[in-house]
């Protein structure tokens, strides 16, 4: 194995790890977001959009500074979703014939034009990285898909060895069964997006990478300012085995020249050169680049417009003012427009919820909603307990919470429905409501003699969802949490801006005490 | 002094009576009694098993045992919705030194399995404890559908496998107070043990359902924990925690919680047992008796 495969290994396994660990309770020391967080393009593009730096930014800028230093190794050595791409097409299509030749140029300028809508949609205001950006939709393949199926598999698999393990009185075996995250039918679509860019194999190896990863576009950009040069020395033979080694067909027709913006430093050409007349080295002064830039003037607009028609897409959508009654955010997410701005859909969030409430958005947001996170009170409450959504969000999306300000970063209002209540409906005695809430908001009052119903004290609730989760009513329930009174702040104190709106949501001391065990603050 | 002929019969119906007095008559008092006491929660469990005829009554070598305490709730041990972890160490010991093969401890939690297994303490305080399982299942299955032959209401319900496969069962509840059935002694205890809550509180009245169930569930013996008791906001709480530090032990759970009913209020109002429909209901149902003279033994 080559050295550069064992890099790619670990840094893929790392990156598996890192979602893996990716729960609650959190391990502060880890830097769980490491991934999302070195990618220049997301931290660019939500900065861009929300007119504000990303906090935590400093790995993205060393990955852009270091590109530009000796070129593309980002792509070559440590990208997830390069080294799944690789892997994918050494196992599923190095034999077959592709429908390219490897150092043709094909549709090259696309990555830029997808970095340019990026990039244009986020300076208009609008959070458009996350469809396309290869961390963020791998991330979120991982969080909304492969973990459940992983769950998925291990159960079936412990479910096939249980009756062995019932007989054998192996108890913790028999008891082996890991919690199933529930999700929606956006899965579908993130596995679609997963499996569309390993198909482009087909087409060239890496084609993904070469054509239309509009990080690889930005990284390119910097690469090209790269003093790191390759070099074909004396006695070259020409019998082009470096241009058909090439992993992303950087080298030219005549073996001589290659373009820096499309090597990743595979060392293909290095290594496979029966000659060993290949080198990378350092160049001054440094040559001109013989590729020019893969833009003209038409590919120029087409990013300009593709990006503004995004954008437009984004801002003439009645989801963006009309919000659904469903919208439940996490706590501690930033007001809607900012939190789109924000959010790059990576599922960290999702990912690490320990009640599975959190769930990606498939029809409530429109298209700008895609992904992004929501509650499912019906599915399960917001652990009270618990803040760690906002611990792993990279992009300060939601925000990092201490235990009682997410508390106090009330995501809704419950509602009861009269026609449906039980109590209220049949006048049978249930009161599950009343016993789920941790902050006592549920209170009888006796309407006629003898009938007493169910209320919420509207500045007790804060939103946590415990009563939507257990009503008995069967479907939707008859409790159920809507976005209204909900706090946002883009900064200060929620517990502040509660005081302010006459909210209290306390459970008493001690219990606060036992719970700051386990969150990370 | 002369006796008439049918004074003299009586006397005679009488001594028959004490020479013949049958051995199961005795042991159903000692089945109804039920044993109190105040103290540390370690030791004060141990006294009350002891004083019930000791662990060895009920667990024989090599059983197979399940402990069912309340421990469903993702909540820390001070907020008293589930039985102590330290009552629930002390019976696994107790259940280890008679010689049992392995102790499993479960329930079917309210709140998510893995929140219950962070907070509720119970496996940190069991830890070093070998052949003891402790348990969170809520999945369909590990439980079976049994018949509840004697109940008027609940006629089938799916029961977790393992209480239906021990060699012996030992209830283990919190003392609390409860929204929907009033208290949660004993008897509603064993709603962590089935599968389906939601029909039991929607579909058919919660206290039939309780008793009925109690009908069909056979505990060794039981142990209540009312060292905490929750008396108001149960059973989640957050609500008032009354120190009683009382344990309670029998093998009627009629009686204790007809006992427990008395030792605090419950959610600020005060019962007799017979004003607790699922107690009253069980008592007629032949689980157990609510009249408690000259059954407790308390020692303060």
């Known amino acids: 194995m080559s050295l550069r495969r064992a890099f790619q290994l670990v840094f893929l396994l790392l990156f598996f790890a890192l979602i893996a660990l990716t729960t609650f309770p959190l391990k502060v ?80 300028w696309l990555k830029y034009v997808n970095l340019l809508i990026i990039l244009v949609a986020a300076a208009i205001g609008y959070g458009l990285s996350f469809l396309l950006d290869p961390i963020a939709l791998f991330t979120r393949t991982m969080t909304y898909l492969v973990y459940p199926a992983a769950v998925l598999l291990s159960n079936l698999g412990l479910d096939i060895i249980r009756p062995v393990a019932l007989e054998a009185d192996w108890t913790s075996l028999y008891y082996a069964n890991l919690h199933q995250p529930l999700f929606s039918a956006g899965s579908l679509a993130v596995a679609a997006v997963f499996v569309t860019i390993i198909m482009l194999n087909r087409l060239q190896r890496r084609f993904w990478c070469r054509s239309l990863c509009p990080l690889g576009g930005l990284l390119a950009l910097a690469a090209r300012l790269s003093p790191v040069r390759r070099v074909v020395g004396a006695g070259c033979d020409h019998d082009g085995k470096c241009k058909r080694v ?50 003209n003037r038409r590919r120029l607009l087409t990013g300009l417009a593709g990006g503004a028609f995004g954008a437009l897409l984004f801002h003439g959508s009645p989801a963006r003012v009309v919000m659904s009654d469903r919208m439940i955010r996490p706590p501690g997410a930033l007001p809607e427009d900012d939190f789109r701005k924000r959010c790059i859909r990576c599922g960290q969030c999702v990912k690490a919820c320990p009640t599975n409430t959190l ?47 997410k508390r106090y970063a009330k995501v809704g209002t419950a509602v009861i429905d009269q026609q449906r209540c039980i109590v209220w409906a049949e006048d049978k005695f249930c009161l599950v409501c009343d016993e789920a809430c941790p902050y006592n908001a549920i209170y009888f009052v ?31 329930g008859a409790i159920i949490v809507k976005p209204d009174g909900q706090i946002r702040l883009e900064e200060g104190r929620y517990t502040a801006e509660a005081k302010r709106r006459g909210f209290k949501f306390e459970e008493g001391g001690a219990v606060d005490e036992v719970y700051s065990e386990y969150p990370v603050e | 002094m002369e006796l008439t002929r049918r004074e003299m019969l009586k006397i005679m119906a009488a001594t028959g009576a004490v020479a013949l007095w049958p051995k199961w008559a005795t042991d159903a008092h000692a089945a109804r ?42 909540v820390p041990p001070l907020r008293s919705s589930n039985t102590d972890p330290i009552v629930i160490r002390t ?58 032959p004697h109940g008027r209401k609940l006629k089938r319900t799916r029961v977790l496998r393992a209480i239906l496969e021990a060699d012996a069962v030992i209830n283990a509840p919190m003392a609390k107070s409860h929204g929907g059935s ?119």
């Open chain 2, 182 to 300: 009033i208290v949660s002694f004993s008897l509603k205890n064993w709603m962590g043990a089935i599968k389906n809550r939601i029909e039991w509180h929607r579909d058919i009245n919660l206290h039939q359902a309780i008793a009925d169930f109690a009908t069909y569930i056979k505990p060794k013996f039981t142990i209540l924990d009312a060292t905490r008791a929750l008396t108001t906001g149960g059973p989640g709480g957050p609500g008032e925690i009354k120190h009683l530090q009382t344990i309670i032990g029998g093998l009627d759970q009629v009686a204790i919680d007809s006992f427990a009913v008395g030792l605090a209020t419950w959610n600020g109002k005060s019962y007799q047992p017979a004003d607790i429909p699922h107690i009253k209901l069980a008592a007629e149902q032949g689980v157990g008796s609510m009249d408690l003279s000259g059954l407790i033994t308390l020692t303060v």
């Open chain 2, 33 to 74: 009694r039920i044993v109190a006491y105040k103290g540390e929660q370690a030791a004060t469990v141990r006294k009350v098993v002891e004083e019930l005829g000791g662990i060895k009554k009920f667990i024989a070598k090599g059983d197979k045992v399940v402990i069912k305490p309340n421990m469903g709730f993702a």
């Open chain 2, 91 to 148: 019976l696994a010991e107790l259940v280890l030194e008679a010689g049992a093969k392995s102790v499993q401890i479960l329930d079917n939690p309210v709140h998510p399995i893995a929140m219950c297994k962070l907070r509720n303490g119970i496996a940190k305080e069991l830890e070093d404890l070998d052949d003891v399982y402790i348990d969170l299942v809520k999945d369909e299955k590990f439980f079976a559908d049994v018949a509840i």
């Open chain 1, 246 to 295: 090439c992993e992303t067909g950087a080298i030219d027709d005549d073996e001589f020249q290659y373009d820096p913006a499309e090597c990743i430093l595979c060392w293909r050409c290095v290594k496979d050169c029966h000659l060993q007349v290949n080198e990378f080295t350092l160049r001054s002064p440094m040559p001109r680049l013989t590729q020019p830039l893969d833009l």
């Open chain 1, 359 to 405: 769930q990606p958005d498939w029809t409530e947001g429109g298209l700008e909603g895609l992904w992004a996170p929501l509650h499912n009170m019906r599915l399960a409450g917001c652990d009270q307990g618990c803040n760690v959504c906002g611990q792993v969000c990279p992009t300060g999306a939601i925000r990092p919470l201490p235990l009682p300000e």
């Open chain 1, 29 to 108: 020391h880890l830097p769980v977001d490491l991934f999302l967080r070195m990618d220049p393009l997301l931290i660019l593009g939500a900065s861009l959009a929300a007119r504000t730096l990303v906090a935590g930014f400093a790995a993205a800028v060393v990955v852009l500074g270091a590109t530009a230093l000796v070129g593309r190794f980002f792509c070559g050595w440590i990208c997830p979703l390069g080294t799944t791409i690789e892997l994918a097409d050494d196992v599923l299509y190095k034999r077959r014939k592709r429908r390219w030749r490897n150092h043709e140029r094909v549709a090259r």
């Open chain 1, 446 to 476: 006796e309407q006629e003699k003898g009938k007493r119903r169910p209320f919420v004290d509207r500045t007790r609730c804060n939103g946590c969802g415990l009563c939507e989760s257990l009503c008995p009513v069967a479907a939707e």
